[in-house]
């Protein structure tokens, strides 16, 4: 019974996901991207993950995942997920240390600053759903 209502947990977890890699996609998207800062990749992740989540969640929501292979893709996916959000968590935390330095002087940098601060934490928030997803999916998966 404990198990089932863990299992449902983050699988309410995983619903959230979309909206959280939209969330990071907003924010990203509401500073000025310069031509050489590295929130392209943010961008490309936090798309790829918020459409391949809810293509994801329309497929399980459809009934279509009743073959075997579904709970390894469905591992593999989330693992990947996990992986890019971390890579992309890292090159925003990155920026964000740079508009620090920056945002001492004008208040516009202060306004991305403080997008950036909430970026930086949506993104480390989508990282450890989309990695705890992928555990508990690797778990349903050894066990089917």
Known sequence: MAASTLYIFFLSALEKCPVIGGLVWIL????????????????FVSIFCFVGTTLWLLIFA????????????DAGFH???AVFY???????????????TASTIDITLLKIYRLDISA?????????????HAIFSAIRWKRA
């Open 28 to 43: 990203v998207a509401s500073t000025r991207v310069f031509p050489d800062n590295p929130l392209g990749w943010v961008m």
């Open 86 to 100: 971390l890579s992309a968590s890292v090159v925003l935390a990155y920026i964000t240390i740079v508009h620090k």
């Open 120 to 132: 930086v934490v949506m993104s480390h928030v989508a990282t450890l759903l989309y990695f705890l």
């Open 79 to 81: 693992f990947v997920a």
């Open 62 to 73: 459809c009934g279509g995942n009743q073959s075997s292979f579904w709970p390894g893709l």
